[in-house]
Each structure stands twice: as C-alpha cells, then as structure tokens.
C-alpha cells in the first residue's frame, strides 16, 4: 500500500462497534493506548475488519491541537 499520509500507527483491532450507518473501530496501538476510528458499515463490510485483524490507523487532519492542564 501506498499512500501519502505520513502519521501511520500499526495496531490491533479489539473492538468493531456498529450503528445504523458507521461503525467505530478501536484500535489498540500498544502501551494501553487504543485509538478509535469512526467509518460506514460498507467499508467494514469490504475491508472485512474484525477483532484480532491487524490494522494501520491512517491519520490525516489539517488541525492538530494540544491541551495541558
């Protein structure tokens, strides 16, 4: 796979949680982090994604923001 987004996290798929049109998939990426993804129901479908797959998180955004406490 190629593609041009450079923030790629490799993981593990520990939960696929369907709606009426999206799904949220959680991902854990190690050290007790799990990052969440929200995609539609067809594109679980397709991509055939399940507990246990190993996944890539693919992260594009144009806005990054910090926060402390």
Same mark, same amino acid.
């Given at each position: 796979m190629r593609i @041009? /987004?450079?923030?790629?996290?490799? &993981?593990? !798929? $520990?939960? !696929? +949680? +369907?709606? /009426? *049109? *999206? @799904?949220h998939i959680r991902v854990d990426?190690? &050290?007790g982090q799990i $990052? *969440? @993804? @929200?995609?539609t129901n067809e594109a679980v479908d397709?991509?055939?994604? +399940? /507990?246990?797959?190993? $996944?890539t998180a693919v992260i594009k955004a144009s806005d990054v923001m910090i926060a402390v406490d």
């Open positions: @041009s /987004a450079r923030n790629q996290i490799k &993981g593990t !798929v $520990v939960g !696929v +949680k +369907k709606g /009426a *049109t *999206t @799904s990426i190690g &050290g $990052v *969440t @993804s @929200s995609i397709e991509l055939g994604i +399940k /507990a246990g797959d190993h $996944v």
